[in-house]
């Protein structure tokens, strides 16, 4: 099976921490079969284990950005809990929008460039 996006990202933050994916696992209590089936695609990453990686990452001083987005591509779903109505709708409303490449690219940017704003706050 093919890696993931979320799988690649971890993968290079492993390499870059020089931590085995079988020492990963074992610090999180899981099979090494486990964590590379998150890598892989082969089982869903619960937004607790996304944190869980973050923050095992995190304590190595390694970041990864934007694993959350990541982990919610290689799943092929999005969770709407917790979002405001008008905000369930605009994501389900972009999901099923044809865009451009030019707009999807100018969509990109917008979300960067509020996402950078949140983080200052």
């Not at 209590?29 to 937004?47: C, D, H, N, Q, Y």
Request: net charge neutral; hydrophobic share 45%; proline share 2%.
């Amino acid at each position: 099976m093919k890696i993931t996006e979320f799988g690649k990202a971890v993968r290079k933050a492993r390499l870059d921490a020089e931590i085995s994916l079988a020492q990963m696992a074992e610090a999180l209590g899981v099979s090494p079969a486990f964590l590379s089936g998150m890598e892989t695609g082969r089982k869903k990453i619960a937004s607790d284990w996304v944190a869980k990686i973050q923050s095992f990452l995190d304590d190595r001083g390694v970041r990864v950005e934007g694993l959350a987005v990541k982990a919610d591509v290689s799943n092929q779903t999005v969770s709407l809990e917790g979002l405001s109505p008008a905000h369930q709708m605009l994501v389900a409303g972009f999901a099923r929008t044809s865009l451009t490449s030019d707009e999807m690219d100018n969509l990109k940017k917008l979300l960067e460039a509020a996402n950078t704003e949140k983080e200052k706050r």
